[in-house]
């Protein structure tokens, strides 16, 4: 069965830190580029990351570059998301989804979608 | 930064032909997606790479594109089509979504 899961998320204070996972199973991970995709509470979609089925690129949005990270370990088939000086407006559901298309940005679309995780940014 | 910019709302009345449309500068050349989200899940893509469907997606979904205006089209329009939907594209390296459109079917 094809599965995305995500985990890592709550509650963290302006300017912390946090580290989101999903582990994914049912396909080959290293084959595919995948992304995070965020969205606010009652707000739309905003691509926030994706990286190339090798970790060999990754890209950010503006609104995350400098303070995201994102990575993956192929031999766990895992992709992570760190997550440093945290801001309010961070606050969303997280979801991971797998990239179809090919290793760069004007290719992908998302056919695959985990169930997000949810960061509460709040002092 | 690139840009696409989606109606608000659409309404459609059952058995009728929704119509979505997304703008964005040559959009027609970024080969526009589009998602399909219902209220407390995630998304899932109903149009990818100039007017494919994937796998158990509907025939009454299309898409379209020709300029800088892409359309999603939903023909014969059901009660469970009720949704937001989202148009994705590209710039240089990164990704864009429209802001969404809410498709109420009454």
């Known amino acids: 069965e094809v599965q995305l899961l995500e985990s890592g998320g709550g509650l963290e204070q302006p300017g912390g830190s946090l580290r989101l996972s999903c582990a994914v199973s049912?396909?080959?991970?290293?084959?595919?580029?995948m992304t995070w995709v965020r969205q606010a509470p009652g707000k739309g979609l905003e691509w926030v990351s994706g990286i190339s089925g090798s970790g060999g690129n990754a890209y950010y949005a503006d609104s995350v570059r400098g303070r995201f990270t994102i990575s993956r370990d192929n031999s766990k088939n895992t992709l992570y998301l760190q997550m440093h000086s945290l801001r309010a407006e961070d606050t969303a559901v997280y979801y991971c989804?797998?990239?179809?298309?090919?290793?760069?940005?004007?290719?992908?679309?998302?056919?695959?979608w985990g169930r997000g995780t949810l960061v509460t940014v709040s002092s | 930064s690139y840009e696409v910019t989606q109606p608000p709302a659409v309404s459609v009345s059952p058995g009728q032909t929704a119509s979505i449309t997304c703008s964005g500068d040559?959009?027609?050349?970024?080969?526009p997606r589009w998602y399909q989200q219902k209220p407390g899940q995630s998304p899932v893509l109903v149009i990818y790479q100039d007017g494919k469907r994937p796998s158990g997606i509907p025939e009454r979904f299309s898409g379209s594109n020709s300029g800088n205006t892409a359309t999603l089209t939903i023909s014969g329009t059901q009660a469970i089509d009720e949704a937001d939907y989202y148009c994705?594209?590209?710039?240089?390296?990164?990704?864009?979504f429209g802001g969404g459109t809410k498709l109420t079917v009454l």
């Open positions: 049912g396909f080959t991970f290293s084959t595919y580029s």
């Open positions: 040559k959009l027609g050349d970024k080969y």
């Open positions: 989804a797998k990239s179809g298309g090919g290793d760069a940005p004007r290719y992908w679309y998302f056919d695959l």
């Open positions: 994705q594209a590209w710039d240089s390296t990164t990704v864009v």
